[in-house]
Structure formats: structure tokens, C-alpha cells
């Protein structure tokens, strides 16, 4: 994820590669030559009737972009919404772990490494990896090549975690109601995983996608033909703008559609297991005061 002060206009107006404006150049630069050839080479007059017709289009075409921006906006919020939650639950579930197993202090550093596991295993999923990040090195090499070898990672963690806490139960180091109450939190950590892979495995329908792309082929292609501008380098011109502004509309909507990965707009997953892991580490680093 990008940080900036967004009171700094200017530097953003420049901005290159995190714009992702190479990329948006190399869709607008054929049709800027196809603009160039119609008003340089065949046409002196826009035909009759196509000026209103590429309004019509454009219109309809602004809609649909809306529509296309909106729905990417409003995965990446609440892929940021669900990570949010995630650190939170995390913090949660090891400090209910620091306080009713306070006599244990290998159990406690147990989950607590299980937990910040958790974290970076879904970091992996949600990138189509299979894996638990930096933590391995915090793991004994058995438990390591156990959590790999299983087909869900993240879920087979979240098992893990519960059956620590069931094992504490049984030993009556914590009570029935104790148990349930860290239980759910597990639970609130696989809901959690859950909506990121909602998110994550559930694109916009293909059909969408495929008729706003076609319907900015179509319009920027007709473009040329609606512009009265009398001048061929002015229409020019004005194909550029606008198709520039089309297509990074549409390119921002890709960009963000999948908040989960490496991209950089996406959102900066490490850092948020990087809290996990130093907040969670640093509560047992120091005993707790007695009550």
C-alpha cells in the first residue's frame, strides 16, 4: 500500500509507476493513432448525427464505469474492515490466553505463536501460496512440515489453536465458559478468513466486465468521429484526454478489485501481520501485574 500526504497535490499530479499510468499509456496510444489517422488523414468534418450518438455513449459508458469503481471501492474497504478485525480478534484471543493461563507460560507463548501463524497463513491463501511466512522459524521443524502438509492451512492453524485451548480445559487450567469464550474467537478468526476469500476467489461477473470493456473499444473508436474541434491536432488532443481519463477510471477499478496482493495499492498485508506479531510478542516479553 502507497502512503502519502494528501495534502501534497502537486507530487501526486506526477506520480508514475503507483499510478499506474504505464499501463493505462499502453491502451490509449493505439487509439490516440487511430484518432491521428481519422483527423489527419480521412475526415475534415465529423459525419452528421455522430456527435450526438458519442455523447449518448459516452453517458452510458460514464454508468457503467460508476458502477465498476464503486463495486472495486467497496471490496477494497471491506477487505481493509475484515483486516482490521482480524488484528483485533488476534489481540483479543491472546490476551483472554495471557490473563485465565497466567501460571503456564509455555502454553501461553504456544498460542500465541499459533496465532500470529494464523495471520501470515492467510497472507499465503489469499495469494494462492501455501505457506506461514517468517513464523516457521518460530515453530519446531515437525509442526512446521505437519501445517504444510495439510490442504487448508489457515484452517488447519485455527484446529490447532482450539485443541491447545481444549487441552487446557482438560486440564483444568481454564473453565467450560472460558473455553467457549476463546473458542469463538477462533471462530470470529475462520469467519474472518472466510470473507477475505469471498473477496478474493469472487471477481465481477465476466459478462460485466467484458461489455465495459467493449463499450470503451466501441466509444473510443467513434470518439474521432463526434469531435468538432477545427483543428486535427485539437481533436487529437481531445481524444487523448478523454480516453485517458476513461481508462484509468477502468484501470483503478482493476487495481483495487483485489485488495490482497502484491500490487502497490494493494493493501500492505505484511504490515498489519508485522503488527500482529509485535504486539502479541511483546505481551508475554513481560509478566503481567498481579491483580
Request: net charge negative; aromatic share 12%.
Amino acid at each position: 500500500m502507497i502512503t502519502y500526504d494528501p495534502h501534497h497535490f502537486w507530487s501526486h499530479i506526477f506520480a508514475g509507476r503507483e499510478s499506474r499510468i504505464e499501463r493505462i499509456l499502453s491502451r490509449v496510444f493505439p487509439l490516440t493513432l487511430w484518432a491521428f489517422f481519422i483527423e489527419f488523414f480521412a475526415l475534415d468534418e465529423p459525419f452528421v448525427g455522430t456527435t450526438s450518438l458519442v455523447s449518448m455513449i459516452g453517458a452510458a459508458l460514464g454508468f457503467l464505469l460508476v458502477f465498476r469503481i464503486n463495486a472495486s471501492n467497496e471490496r477494497y474497504w471491506e477487505g481493509r474492515k475484515l483486516w482490521g478485525a482480524m488484528i483485533n480478534t488476534c489481540r483479543n484471543l491472546v490476551r483472554s490466553v495471557h490473563i485465565h493461563l497466567v501460571d503456564d507460560r509455555r502454553k501461553q507463548e504456544e498460542i500465541t505463536v499459533w496465532v500470529i501463524v494464523f495471520a501470515y497463513a492467510t497472507i499465503e491463501v489469499l495469494r494462492g501460496r501455501k505457506g506461514i511466512g517468517p513464523m516457521a522459524r518460530r515453530l519446531p521443524s515437525e509442526e512446521v512440515e505437519w501445517v504444510l502438509s495439510t490442504d487448508h492451512v489457515p484452517y488447519a492453524v485455527a484446529t490447532r489453536i482450539t485443541g491447545l485451548l481444549r487441552q487446557a480445559k482438560d486440564e483444568g487450567q481454564i473453565t467450560d465458559i472460558v473455553y467457549l469464550t476463546m473458542d469463538n474467537l477462533v471462530k470470529e478468526l475462520i469467519d474472518i478468513l472466510g470473507g477475505c476469500e469471498r473477496i478474493h476467489f469472487t471477481p465481477l461477473p465476466f459478462s460485466y466486465m467484458v461489455h465495459l470493456r467493449r463499450a470503451l473499444i466501441v466509444y473510443s473508436i467513434a470518439l474521432p468521429f463526434g469531435i468538432t474541434s477545427p483543428h486535427w491536432y485539437t481533436s487529437v488532443a481531445e481524444c487523448l484526454l478523454v480516453n485517458f481519463i476513461f481508462f484509468g477510471v477502468e484501470e483503478i477499478g482493476v487495481e483495487i478489485e483485489d485488495p490482497f496482493g502484491e500490487d502497490p495499492n494493494d493493501l500492505p498485508l505484511e504490515r498489519f501481520c508485522e503488527t500482529i506479531e509485535r504486539n502479541l510478542m511483546a505481551l508475554g516479553a513481560q509478566p503481567l501485574p498481579n491483580s
